[in-house]
């Protein structure tokens, strides 16, 4: 590939395209009295014959001659063939412009409703596109095949008999689908490029396309159905950087670029390709109550024992007020790809089967009951409000699975997604405008949260079997706690009523 220097190019940020084409973008490269002839061959072959829904070919020509431009336009015929090809170009470039510039320039160029990224050294598998575009749903904005040659779950090895798909964090960019309107958003924010020139000639710049879509609540996936046999590190062996023997030291200052753009906690991610079911969220203020630490570990054991111990990420937040505690443990799930997010206090005791329990029941927003801790003594869900604007407590107990207006965030369970539509909705300036994602005002952070989640739509559900003790400042509460207190309530009021009575009965 050349040149170490990382060119620049133009972008053009009003894009139009054509719904239900793909774009397929592949760059090449021909160094002179290389083999890669045969690589492009078997690439193109292949997508010529398979590709079975609507699609354009772009190839981007790299450093072109009049050699490898006949070789390439030769192929036009035979992708036309193909009913599907509604369009077939080579756009050719005098310089190098690597993997990056090629993406870049093939991205600007293209007209369809989805992008795919594939490198010059693959052979696809029969109906691969339209396998592909099945794995889509309303907030995916990946998705990528598996290989023999590729690094992390994406390895043909991981599958198992029944797999279809995976969610994770990030995925390679040996093939790579994407929908146009999700790359169109990551140029709307501080990246002024689709692909980062500084990863050129490539290397890492994927996971940076990820890490930018991921930030912004897109999800990717993994379609486990779907086969592409990769050669691998074709081009790269002619590069001059690149050392076989020691790849490492090509790739790890784009890894070092990764870490300088979006954090040490975000290279974590690099770690943890797969998402976790249950991200459970503990917003801290460092005053962790003993029998809830003691309790803790084996509320972990269950859920790791019933969904996994991948499927199940622990967060605690930085020492911090509970509204911004709560708004760190957000950012964390999100950054993890987590599919929930499980609050629970750290002053509660709850059943060592909560989440499993709340997991399975795959709402978009449930919890247990939770009780206030001082008297009076109610259950934190609440349905109605009273004539002065309060919030009525709910007192259905032990009847299953109930809806209700607003509920605490002790011990909730929220889909990530909804999360990620509310924070999509408010935008970054309304959100710090009013004092964050969670926030204080008449009523407390988790209140206002819920009310706003159910004025979007969302259905509040609470287990109503499910107790959790609140550690209050004297004594466990929980629903005994309350009965006995209602009851002892009752008692006091009626005596008063006597007394009142008495005291009005004539001498």
């Given at each position: 590939m050349g040149t170490n220097k990382s060119p620049q190019?133009?972008?053009?940020?009003?894009?139009?395209?054509?719904?239900?084409?793909?774009?397929?973008?592949?760059?090449?490269?021909?160094?002179?009295?290389s083999d890669k002839k045969q690589y492009i061959?078997?690439?193109?072959?292949?997508?010529?014959?398979?590709?079975?829904?609507?699609?354009?070919?772009?190839?981007?020509?790299?450093?072109?001659?009049?050699d490898s431009e006949k070789f390439l336009k030769g192929f036009e015929q035979?992708?036309?063939?193909?009913?599907?090809?509604?369009?077939?170009k080579v756009l050719m470039h005098t310089k190098n412009m690597g993997w990056t510039g090629a993406i870049q320039i093939g991205i600007e160029e293209s007209i369809g409703e989805y992008v795919n990224f594939t490198n010059d050294d693959l052979v696809f598998e029969d109906k691969w596109l339209s396998k592909m575009l099945k794995h889509f749903k309303p907030n995916t904005a990946a998705v990528g095949p598996t290989s023999n040659f590729v690094s992390g779950l994406q390895d043909i090895r991981y599958n198992k008999k029944g797999d279809y798909e995976e969610k994770v964090n990030f995925l390679i960019g040996f093939c790579m689908l994407l929908k146009r309107s999700a790359l169109d958003d990551i140029i709307r924010g501080p990246d002024q490029y689709y692909i980062d020139p500084k990863f050129f000639p490539g290397g890492s710049e994927e996971i940076d396309v990820c890490l930018r879509l991921s930030k912004m609540g897109y999800n990717m996936y993994?379609?486990?159905?779907?086969?592409?046999?990769?050669f691998g590190s074709r081009s790269l062996k002619y590069f001059g950087e690149y050392n076989e023997t020691n790849p490492m030291?090509?790739?790890?200052?784009?890894?070092?670029?990764?870490?300088?753009?979006?954090?040490?906690?975000?290279?974590?991610?690099?770690?943890?390709q797969h998402c976790p079911k249950v991200a459970l969220g503990i917003p801290t203020i460092g005053q962790s109550d003993s029998l809830f630490l003691a309790d803790y570990g084996w509320v972990l054991h269950d859920a790791w024992s019933n969904l996994g111990l991948n499927n199940v990420l622990p967060i605690i937040s930085p020492r911090n007020v509970v509204h911004i505690g709560r708004a760190e443990v957000v950012k964390k799930a999100i950054m993890y790809g987590a599919e929930y997010l499980m609050f629970l206090?750290?002053?509660?005791?709850?059943?060592?089967?909560?989440?499993?329990?709340?997991?399975?029941?795959?709402?978009?927003?449930?919890?247990?009951?939770?009780?206030?801790?001082n008297e009076p003594y109610f259950p934190c869900i609440f349905t109605g409000k009273n004539k002065s604007g309060v919030w009525m407590p709910d007192t259905r107990l032990k009847q299953g699975l109930i809806k209700v207006d607003i509920t605490g965030l002790s011990c909730a369970?929220?889909?990530?997604?909804?999360i990620k539509?509310?924070?999509?909705?408010?935008?970054?300036?309304?959100?710090?405008?009013?004092?964050?994602?969670?926030?204080f005002n008449r009523y407390g952070e988790d209140f206002n949260f819920t009310e706003e989640l159910k004025k979007n739509g969302i259905d509040i559900f609470v287990d109503s079997n499910m107790i959790v003790d609140h550690l209050g400042r004297r004594l466990k509460v929980n629903d005994q706690t309350y009965l006995s207190y209602t009851k002892q309530q009752e008692a006091l009021k009626e005596m008063r009523l006597q007394k009142g009575r008495n005291n009005n009965k004539p001498n």
């Open positions: 190019y133009k972008i053009n940020k009003n894009m139009k395209y054509k719904k239900g084409l793909t774009s397929i973008i592949m760059p090449a490269w021909i160094p002179k009295g061959k078997w690439t193109l072959d292949s997508l010529a014959k398979v590709t079975d829904k609507p699609f354009e070919m772009i190839i981007f020509d790299n450093q072109t001659t009049k035979q992708f036309l063939k193909n009913k599907h090809c509604k369009g077939f993994i379609a486990k159905d779907v086969f592409i046999h990769h030291a090509f790739f790890q200052p784009r890894l070092d670029i990764l870490k300088e753009k979006h954090g040490e906690d975000a290279m974590k991610v690099l770690g943890i206090d750290d002053d509660m005791l709850p059943p060592y089967d909560i989440i499993s329990r709340l997991y399975n029941y795959q709402k978009d927003y449930i919890s247990g009951i939770a009780y206030k801790r369970m929220i889909k990530m997604d909804i539509n509310l924070i999509s909705k408010l935008g970054d300036e309304k959100i710090k405008k009013r004092g964050g994602l969670f926030y």
